[in-house]
């Protein structure tokens, strides 16, 4: 029999949006004392808005974005469905891709209107394209935006640079976790750490991890727990092996990858940050009654 307290901390959090995956995440719930944040997507909104359009050289810049967005249909990342967004509301007509291959959270390269199209972070166009040229020197990324690569028949053709914005509540968020007990809170983000910077700057965090693999992520976890039981919180495809890592893995599930939720022990239903310092108080209000 599953016990009344465990039932009823269940439900209480459910009622707030939260998906507790069992009696087993409850209690992990009640007792986390570190958490390891994912950035894109999780501490922002991952809705980012395209600022800037810069195709490098003789690429015009709608057929630049039409290509790049047109392969983006391929992918659930958090930016390729914003890519996606910004060129139908351009009013682009998006074309079909094929042979497509994607290293989830780095990037992908397929075939678009017989064009060999690759889109992605700069590392990943880099080690795509070997030789690219100068195109992609730090100089041109402007200081803590989202740069996206994208290189047109071995070519560079541009950068697309996207302002994500930090959530609103993420800083009480942080205030309340600290409240809560949980003393010791770090950044683990894909993207890279001028970014991480920027966008974190008004929080006050333990430590930032830039430039993550997804296995590095795991590592960021498991060197955590040398500091309590940990609580990750992440969105994408590539979070899922952190997640699973994890004391307490937690997925945005309202716009997150289904692999994310899938991994985790708690999925957030509502896309807010906020639910989190409540079912962490519902599992240890049910944790008393327990006893
Ligand atoms: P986080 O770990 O903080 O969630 P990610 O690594 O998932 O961040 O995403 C941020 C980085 O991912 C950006 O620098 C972007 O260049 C790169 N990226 C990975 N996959 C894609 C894709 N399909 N389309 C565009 N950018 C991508
Ligand atoms: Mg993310």
Do not use: C
Not at 9 to 34: D, F, P, W, Y
Not at 265 to 283: S, T
């Amino acid at each position: 029999a599953v016990p009344v307290a465990i039932v009823s901390g269940v439900s209480r959090a459910a009622k707030a949006g939260v998906l507790v995956k069992g009696g087993r995440a409850l209690e992990m719930l009640s007792r986390v004392q570190v958490l390891v944040i994912d950035k894109t997507g999780t501490l922002t909104h991952g809705e980012a808005s395209l600022s800037e359009l810069k195709p490098l050289d003789d690429v015009p810049a709608e057929r630049f974005l039409q290509l790049a967005a047109s392969l983006e249909q391929a992918s659930k990342h958090v930016m390729a469905r914003a890519l996606v967004q910004e060129a139908q509301a351009r009013g682009l007509a998006l074309l079909l891709p094929s042979d497509v291959a994607e290293i989830p959270g780095e990037g992908l390269r397929g075939i678009v209107d017989g064009h060999d199209v690759v889109v992605g972070g700069v590392r990943y166009v880099r080690r795509q394209i070997p030789g690219l040229g100068t195109g992609l020197d730090g100089s041109r990324y402007p200081v803590g935006s989202v740069v996206v690569a994208v290189a047109i028949d071995g070519r560079l053709a541009g950068l697309l640079v996207l302002a994500d914005r930090l959530r609103s509540e993420a800083a009480h968020v942080i205030d309340g976790l600290r409240r809560l007990g949980v003393n010791r809170i770090v950044l683990a983000t894909g993207d890279r750490s001028d970014v991480a910077e920027t966008v974190t700057a008004g929080l006050s965090l333990d430590g930032v991890h830039a430039d993550l693999t997804p296995d590095r992520k795991i590592g960021i976890v498991q060197d955590e727990k040398r500091h309590g039981f940990v609580m990750m919180i992440g969105d994408g495809v590539n979070d899922a092996p952190a997640l699973a890592a994890a004391d307490l893995g937690v997925a945005m599930g309202a716009k997150g990858a289904a692999a994310s939720a899938e991994a985790a022990d708690v999925v957030l239903l509502v896309d807010r940050l906020d639910k989190i310092p409540v079912a962490i108080q519902a599992a240890r209000w049910s944790r008393r009654i327990a006893l």
